[in-house]
């Protein structure tokens, strides 16, 4: 029925293998059809029946590779703006069994999407796509437009297209030729635009601190300025709702205004306690809000003036920081607080405590029974972890100005701070830090690593900053080195220190002569390299463009790329253990990432005579129901055959490290999951045939495809 789905990359991965992901993050959107609500969770499509609202049911959650940023319900299909994925369709024909059955990969970053009988119009990062989809398991790009800057919203109005164009206002275009949009204007609103609403002959913008201003729009050549009501936070939504618009004004929860004269719009109530309200919907007396890391909150309007909250589904916070102990994740997130996972089992990641803060958290540290919080603009917040189940706060330090990093050692805590220098601090007491040493120095302290007696600190522009902390009380430089680009990260073993420098690639610096330290070898990086772990011969790096990327450093000299994993957003921090890499991508969540490039530096191609295995192949393919995989062998050998899916999660383990004679083997694969036992759905997989003989690898991989 349907065709294959597309990968959103064209190589998203290399010598990576996904071992799990916890894809929970923000809400950014929502809509409802019949009582039924489709909303972003991170990178999950949630789908929720509230036809009793005080106790909404969850019929499933569809998982994506980007973050849901924007969507449109349009008949049988859910319609995502998925980020760096591009637009993905969706078929909900029956809620409780839908499935992905599309994607298309735009050039940039989408963030919203509405559709008609026959296209989609998707606004983004610098561009407008328009895209055929009369047939949407086959979706065409028709045509783009440069639209200068962030589309955050768009909406559609007969033959016009209204885009939310950011600090370049309001654009209006016609799209009654969608292989050719025309630009009618652009209506300078003075503040930031991310949404728009069309009533009749008035266009309700939501600007941003501007508020909601009206423009009368019945001469489409040239409007005007009609009415508007400021806000005091920053206004990100609206919808109307018969005489009234109902605004979702971030920090301010939901302000209802009543618009009987647009011209003179009036402020019937406020909503305040439900804050970071970003998107909204209007389904009969409900209204609908995504609450980004507080959830999606359903109002009950029916009587305007005294809304109410009904219910509230959970979501999680952007992932910022991370830190692994034990059989533990803890991870910092933005506007939230701190989230404990049990990761013993990466296929089975489990919720274990969580606590808010009223910090943002953007970095932890854990030590001991303690979790150390970098919170951006308020300081360092300690929180007891002795019982992950029920963690508690303790102290705060608060410092003035912006906190990139905390590290703890020995109970001294370094805590980088951008602007305001080195600050070390004792923790020993947790209920009340104390300051014991403040270094300033000439650039943005950004990190900071310790080793012995030195302070090693990616100090922004002015480069690799070491100081002596012997008597911090007396901190002193003992060496600099003004690398080429801005650093932003670093790490240390022995005699080497790697640093990333965002805009010029990582740089491997000598520090045996700590008073001289001298580059050694450097990576050329076009992905943007905000951060970096070093463990064995490896360097795992945190890209802004590229995900993770893995280089191999076994020659400082010559560094040189390995493997990757492309995340559904940027990398915001990495923790490695056991040569596997823990990563948290904001909004996309966290990424089990496991880089094979370290047992396979000794593969051997399956062409070379010596390889026991002599091929690999499956029949029927594509198939339905079931398919034969089927391998030959020259001589015994430790076998693994694993399905993997095109974003290299593993489907099924179908042979597990067994020992298989010589000849012939055939294994069948009935298209099912490992653990849940359900349906794989259409497209594309991957047979990886792995063969162990005399301590080397070989590999062969064959390209399957499920059809309905």
Known sequence: MYASIATAWTQDHYLCTLLGEWA?????????????????????????????????????????????????????????ADGYSGLAIIDISIPAAAEIISYLPLDHYAYDVDVNDSCAFVSGQYRFHSIDIKNPASPVRLATYESGYYGWGITLKD?????????????????????????????????????????????????SRSGMIVIDI??????????????????RDLAIYGSYALIADYENGIRIIDIQDPSNPVEIVQVADLEYANRLFVYEDKAFVSRLSQGMSVLDISVIDTPFEISNFETSGSAFGIDIQGDYAYIAE????????????????????????????????????????????????????????????KGLYKIEGEVNSVRVEQGIAFISCRDDGLRIV???????????????????????????????????????????????????????????????????DA????????????????????NT????????????????????????????????????????????EASWYVTGAAPMDIYIRNKVAYVVAGRAGMYIVQNNAETQVTNITEFMTDSPLLNLSCQ?????????????????SRVTLKIMDIQGRLIKTLINNEIKAFGHHFVKWVGEYNVSGLKAGTGAYFAILEVFNDNVMYSKTLKLVKTL
């Open 426 to 492: 004792d923790v020993t007491n947790p209920d009340a830090p104390d300051e014991l040493g403040l270094y300033f120095t000439s650039g943005s302290v950004i990190n900071t690593v310790v080793q012995d007696n030195f302070a090693f600190i990616a100090d922004g522009e002015n480069g690799l900053l070491i100081l002596d902390i012997s008597d911090v009380s007396d901190l002193a430089e003992a060496g600099l080195l003004n690398v080429k680009g801005y650093s932003t990260d670093l790490d240390v």
């Open 334 to 393: 933005e506007e939230n607080g701190l989230r404990i996972l049990d990761v013993s089992n990466p296929s089975a990641i489990s919720q274990v405590g969580f606590i808010r803060t009223d910090e943002n958290a953007y970095g932890v540290n854990v030590s001991g029974n303690y979790a150390y919080l970098a919170c951006r603009y308020d300081g360092m917040r300690i929180i007891d972890v002795a019982n992950p189940e029920n963690p508690v706060l």
């Open 620 to 636: 029927p393919n594509p198939f339905h129901q079931l398919t034969e995989i089927h391998f030959q062998l020259r001589r015994d």
């Open 517 to 560: 330290p001298a580059e050694t070898g450097f990576l050329k990086g076009t992905y943007g390299i905000l951060g970096l772990v070093k463990q064995g011969n490896f360097v795992y790096m945190q890209c802004q463009q590229g995900g993770l990327r893995i280089a191999d450093v076994s020659d400082p000299g010559e560094p040189k």
């Open 159 to 207: 033959s016009l297209a209204f885009i939310s164009n950011a600090f370049r206002g309001l654009r209006i275009l016609n799209v009654a030729d969608p292989s050719e949009p025309d630009e009618i204007c652009l209506y300078n609103a003075g503040d930031y635009v991310y949404g728009v609403e069309i009533d009749g002959d008035y266009a309700y913008l939501a600007v």
């Open 218 to 235: 019945s001469d489409i050549y040239n409007p005007l300025t009609s009415g508007s009501i400021t806000s005091e936070s920053h206004t």
């Open 24 to 80: 929970y993050g923000p809400s950014y959107c929502v809509e409802v059809v019949e009582n039924v609500a489709y909303f972003g969770n991170g990178r999950y499509l949630e789908i929720v029946d509230y036809s009793n609202a005080e106790h909404p049911v969850e019929l499933l959650k569809v998982l994506l590779t980007g973050d849901i940023r924007g969507m449109k319900v349009y008949g049988d299909f859910a319609f995502i």
């Open 495 to 514: 005699d080497y220190v790697y640093i990333a420098a965002v805009d010029s690639g990582m740089r491997i610096i000598n520090v045996e002569n700590i």
